[in-house]
């Protein structure tokens, strides 16, 4: 077999031209999430299928069909993780980190879900994951949201709104639920297939579907916000005051149910108002009961992943990329002895002037040919190492943005008089 090995589907190369835009994303965040306390965090990109399952739920969409799921050469069925919380927890779990102990943290990496792709939505996609773990809020629900809410501040991205909701205990929303079931039952008929399957197994998630159809059937459904219980009401309530004390605006949305059956009380979305069918950016909640149910001590815990792919394109959409690097000075070789010579030459430079990016011609090429790639390159400076001037114990430079003459320095005094000459070119 020959030719082409295509890509796999959904899955995305970030190449070097959008690298700029991934690296602020990444740069930003974690100084953010540094000056706010939490902890980076690395788990596996492989666990036990049977932890997504009891995690995330067997009625969700994502473990019902988008789970990329193989038995490995020991038998053992392992899945690539869809989502990174039920890693996290089972590491907190796996280390005997619990206790008591309150940890907040963050992680980011791939994850994998075997979704339709289009814009926005991939196979393969990136979270930053945050985890307050500990603490039964809504304080800390509260300085998440602040977090996020300042996240796009520094990152110059407009446009987000925040929806907040309580989904309440587990005992107010089994309440619900059996009401759910009963309205959407009396309406079977006005159910899309994927609701009809829903009924069964997750009720809610009918809440969650995008088929303009059903938008009305789903308007006319009873309100889980009726169902809270005492103290969740308090919660939330709670929650909507401290939001409002730090100026972060929000849209109570009583039908914001989550993908992932581990939540309780708040959930909160922020999602996008500019075109195109992707609009949440980031989605998270509290999944007090998450960490007993995968068989550690009882612990609360709140936290929320933002899809990386769909903030990146709303920074660069915004204008918000930095341009990208260039070198500030280009090595030209030309001779022989030059050509022995400029490697060690260059490396010195790195050594004395680290703060300089020096890009060191590659693949040969006469002078015409090196200064051509001199100038694409976006230096400021030439180098020119050459037999000649090696042989008088000097290196030439040639500024490049500016109309201006060869100069001269000694190779003992080069990196001063490299640094001098770009000082003197407003750059470097
Ligand atoms: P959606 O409603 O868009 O399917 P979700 O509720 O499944 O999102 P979560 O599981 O909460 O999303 O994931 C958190 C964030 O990760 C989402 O807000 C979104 O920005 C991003 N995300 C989720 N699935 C994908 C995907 N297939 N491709 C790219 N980003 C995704
Ligand atoms: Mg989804």
Same mark, same amino acid.
Not at 151 to 168: D, Y
Not at 219 to 224: I, R, S
């Given at each position: 077999?020959?030719g082409?090995i ?5 899955? /995305?190369?970030?190449l070097?031209a959008?690298i700029?835009?991934?690296?602020h994303f990444e740069?930003?965040t974690r100084?953010?999430?540094t ?8 788990v596996p990109?492989?666990e036990r ?5 009891r995690?995330i739920g ?21 899945t690539l993780?869809?989502?990174?919380t039920a890693g996290i927890v089972?590491?907190?779990i796996s280390n005997?980190?619990?206790?008591g102990a309150?940890h907040?943290l963050?992680?980011s990496?791939?994850?994998f879900r075997h979704?339709?792709?289009q814009a926005?939505r991939? !196979?393969?996609?990136?979270?930053v994951?945050?985890?307050?773990v500990?603490?039964p809020g809504?304080?800390?629900d509260?300085?998440?949201i602040a977090?996020s809410a300042?996240?796009w501040?520094?990152?110059?991205i407009g446009g987000?709104? +925040?929806?907040i909701?309580?989904?309440g205990?587990?005992?107010?929303r089994?309440?619900? !639920? ?5 309205y ?5 008929s006005?159910l899309?297939a994927d ?7 997750n009720p809610?998630?009918?809440l969650d579907?995008?088929n ?6 789903i308007a006319g459904?009873p ?6 219980d005492?103290e969740?009401?308090?919660?939330f309530e709670?929650?909507?005051?401290m939001l409002?004390a ?5 849209k109570? /949305?009583p039908?914001?149910v989550?993908?992932?059956d581990y939540y /309780?009380?708040?959930v909160?979305?922020w ?16 999944y007090?009961? +998450? ?7 009882a612990t609360p ?8 792919e !769909?903030?990146?394109a ?5 204008g918000?990329?930095p341009a *990208?690097?260039v ?5 030209v070789?030309?001779?022989? !002895?030059a050509?022995a010579?400029a +490697?060690a030459i260059?490396e010195?430079l790195r050594?004395e002037?680290p703060r300089?990016r020096?890009?060191l011609?590659a693949?040969?090429? /006469? ?6 790639r001199?100038?694409k390159?976006g230096?400021?400076?030439a180098?020119?190492?050459?037999d000649?001037e090696?042989?008088?114990?000097v290196v ?6 500016v109309e201006?003459g060869q100069s001269?320095?000694?190779?003992g005094a +080069?990196a *001063? ?5 770009l ?5 470097g």
């Amino acid at each position: 077999m020959s030719g082409e090995i295509q890509p796999v589907r959904g899955m /995305n190369d970030v190449l070097p031209a959008e690298i700029g835009a991934w690296q602020h994303f990444e740069a930003v965040t974690r100084a953010l999430l540094t000056a706010y306390g939490y902890e980076e965090i690395r788990v596996p990109l492989l666990e036990r299928t049977e932890l997504f399952k009891r995690a995330i739920g067997e009625h969700t969409d994502v473990v019902g069909k988008e789970m990329y799921t193989f038995t490995d050469r020991g038998g053992d069925s392992l899945t690539l993780r869809p989502e990174a919380t039920a890693g996290i927890v089972r590491a907190l779990i796996s280390n005997r980190m619990l206790r008591g102990a309150r940890h907040k943290l963050w992680c980011s990496g791939p994850m994998f879900r075997h979704e339709a792709p289009q814009a926005g939505r991939y !196979r393969q996609f990136w979270q930053v994951d945050v985890e307050a773990v500990g603490c039964p809020g809504p304080d800390v629900d509260a300085e998440l949201i602040a977090l996020s809410a300042r996240l796009w501040q520094r990152l110059g991205i407009g446009g987000l709104t +925040l929806e907040i909701n309580s989904l309440g205990t587990p005992e107010s929303r089994r309440a619900y !639920r059996a009401r759910l079931i009963e309205y959407f039952e009396r309406h079977e008929s006005r159910l899309d297939a994927d609701s009809r399957r829903r009924l069964a197994g997750n009720p809610l998630r009918i809440l969650d579907s995008k088929n303009p159809d059903m938008q009305e059937l789903i308007a006319g459904a009873p309100l889980l916000t009726e169902h809270l219980d005492a103290e969740s009401r308090e919660h939330f309530e709670a929650l909507g005051r401290m939001l409002d004390a730090v100026g972060v605006l929000y849209k109570i /949305n009583p039908r914001l149910v989550r993908g992932l059956d581990y939540y /309780n009380r708040t959930v909160f979305e922020w999602v996008t108002t500019s075109t195109g069918a992707q609009n949440a950016v980031c989605s998270g909640g509290r999944y007090d009961g +998450l960490i007993a149910q995968l068989g550690g001590e009882a612990t609360p815990a709140v936290g929320f992943a933002m899809g990386v792919e !769909r903030l990146v394109a709303l920074l660069t959409a915004a204008g918000g990329t930095p341009a *990208a690097a260039v070198p500030d000075v280009y090595v030209v070789v030309s001779g022989e !002895r030059a050509a022995a010579e400029a +490697l060690a030459i260059v490396e010195r430079l790195r050594s004395e002037a680290p703060r300089l990016r020096f890009e060191l011609n590659a693949g040969g090429g /006469n002078f015409k040919a090196q200064f051509r790639r001199a100038d694409k390159s976006g230096a400021a400076l030439a180098l020119i190492i050459g037999d000649d001037e090696l042989a008088r114990g000097v290196v030439a430079m040639k500024p490049l943005r500016v109309e201006s003459g060869q100069s001269e320095c000694p190779i003992g005094a +080069l990196a *001063a008089g490299v640094e001098a000459a770009l000082a003197g070119l407003g750059s470097g």
